[in-house]
């Protein structure tokens, strides 16, 4: 297992500092008269604390760099992780994940060859987020395959945050993406298909890939993550859903953790449903344990029908600690660390 002494020094040092300035307050509100030799204790107090932090923070300290992403996608976490292992950093690293996807055209989800609106409109959403906390998001792109690299477009090249429609796509090919018909053959059928009943109603795991979003942590032990999705198939023409909806189909802390979340986005949005899971890790929650609370936030609504929809949640901590919870069997997601790229099934909420 690799570790990194550069990132436990640094936790350390966080840890070292938080704890000095705590003990310096408390020596200054409650031992006024006795500040001096307050200070020297501590000071010893801080070396034998530093040296049991040092031990605890670098045991804690999971396999880097490592990437997980939502449902069965061991081609794009391998290509993320590609990227990482040539040094590149976690923001290139999600996106060429998703980029991969986003160009198979059997992923009928994401990208090329997603599945259309009522209309027959293959429309795109996505999000990207840095290390520093910038993000970049596209909502109802048509004509671009590579939305998750137009969203980081609009984070690194604009003063903006989210571009929509046609000047999304307009922005796109401004900075050189090609137009191009995204609804293929076999997407044309499936909608064709569904015209003839014309139901709308969510598919619970569809085809056990839904969105794709993806959170890597590089060597230096920085978090980035992107999300893309052709939204709800069959879909109402103009709806957005939560992938591109930062804080709630993505949120990356730097300090804390990140999650991405998958499935059906209105119930994700209702609760912002990522951001809530990294503020659950800021509180001491577990990457687990935060997903779990999430999902219960969905299900536990009054009046809530969870039985007819699902909804996933991955998310990493500082420490390289994952988790992942849906409210239905089936949802899985796809870890690649320490030379292991594997599926893992998600425990779930429904078990009646
Ligand atoms: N999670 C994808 C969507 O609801 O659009």
């Given at each position: 297992?690799?570790?990194?002494?550069?990132?436990?020094?640094?936790i350390?040092?966080?840890?070292?500092?938080?704890?000095?300035?705590?003990i310096?307050?408390?020596?200054?509100?409650?031992?006024?008269?006795t500040?001096?030799?307050?200070?020297?204790?501590?000071?010893?107090?801080?070396t034998?604390?530093?040296v049991?932090?040092?031990?605890?923070?670098?045991?804690?300290?999971?396999a880097?760099?490592?990437?997980?992403?939502?449902?069965?996608?061991?081609?794009?976490?391998?290509?993320?992780?590609?990227?990482?292992?040539?040094?590149?950093?976690?923001?290139?690293?999600?996106?060429?994940?998703?980029?991969?996807?986003?160009?198979?055209?059997?992923?009928?989800?994401?990208?090329?060859?997603?599945?259309?609106?009522?209309?027959?409109?293959?429309?795109?959403?996505?999000?990207?987020?840095?290390?520093?906390?910038?993000?970049g998001?596209?909502?109802?792109?048509q004509?671009?395959?590579?939305?998750?690299?137009?969203?980081?477009?609009?984070?690194?090249?604009?003063?903006?945050?989210?571009?929509?429609?046609?000047?999304?796509?307009?922005?796109?090919?401004?900075?050189?993406?090609?137009?191009?018909?995204l609804?293929?053959?076999?997407?044309?059928?499936?909608?064709?298909?569904?015209?003839?009943?014309?139901?709308?109603?969510?598919?619970?795991?569809?085809e056990?890939?839904?969105?794709?979003?993806m959170?890597?942590?590089?060597?230096?032990?920085?978090?980035?993550?992107?999300?893309?999705?052709?939204?709800?198939?069959?879909?109402?023409?103009?709806?957005?859903?939560?992938?591109?909806?930062?804080?709630?189909?993505?949120?990356?802390?730097?300090?804390?953790g990140?999650?991405?979340?998958?499935?059906l986005?209105?119930?994700?949005?209702?609760?912002?449903?990522?951001?809530?899971?990294?503020?659950?890790m800021?509180?001491?929650?577990?990457?687990?344990?935060?997903?779990?609370?999430?999902?219960?936030?969905?299900?536990t609504?009054?009046?809530?029908?969870?039985?007819?929809?699902?909804?996933g949640?991955?998310?990493?901590?500082k420490?390289?600690?994952?988790?992942?919870?849906?409210?239905h069997?089936?949802?899985?997601?796809?870890?690649?660390?320490d030379?292991?790229?594997?599926q893992?099934?998600?425990?779930?909420?429904?078990?009646?």
């Open positions: 297992m690799l570790i990194y002494f550069g990132m436990a020094i640094k350390l040092e966080n840890q070292h500092m938080k704890r000095r300035k705590f310096k307050t408390a020596s200054l509100t409650s031992v006024g008269l500040l001096g030799s307050t200070l020297v204790n501590c000071d010893e107090i801080n034998k604390t530093a049991l932090q040092n031990k605890e923070a670098i045991a804690n300290l999971k880097l760099p490592l990437v997980v992403a939502t449902w069965h996608v061991k081609e794009a976490t391998a290509k993320a992780m590609e990227v990482l292992q040539a040094g590149g950093n976690a923001l290139d690293a999600v996106e060429q994940g998703c980029r991969l996807e986003e160009a198979n055209e059997k992923n009928q989800t994401v990208g090329k060859g997603g599945l259309p609106d009522r209309d027959g409109n293959v429309t795109l959403d996505a999000c990207i987020m840095d290390k520093h906390g910038n993000c998001s596209v909502v109802y792109l004509n671009i395959t590579h939305a998750v690299s137009v969203a980081r477009k609009v984070m690194e090249d604009t003063p903006h945050v989210m571009f929509a429609g046609e000047g999304a796509k307009q922005f796109a090919i401004s900075k050189g993406f090609q137009p191009e018909d609804l293929t053959e076999a997407s044309k059928k499936a909608w064709e298909k569904w015209k003839i009943e014309a139901k709308y109603k969510p598919i619970i795991n569809i056990n890939h839904d969105t794709i979003g959170l890597a942590i590089d060597k230096n032990g920085d978090i980035a993550g992107a999300c893309t999705s052709s939204g709800l198939a069959y879909k109402i023409g103009g709806r957005v859903g939560d992938s591109p909806i930062i804080g709630s189909g993505l949120f990356v802390d730097n300090e804390i990140g999650c991405v979340a998958t499935g986005g209105e119930e994700v949005v209702k609760t912002v449903g990522s951001f809530l899971v990294v503020e659950l800021r509180q001491g929650k577990t990457p687990q344990q935060a997903c779990e609370e999430a999902i219960g936030r969905i299900v609504k009054p009046n809530s029908n969870y039985k007819n929809f699902q909804v949640y991955i998310a990493v901590n420490q390289g600690e994952i988790g992942s919870y849906s409210i069997q089936w949802f899985s997601m796809t870890k690649f660390q030379e292991k790229n594997e893992i099934q998600s425990d779930y909420y429904n078990k009646t």
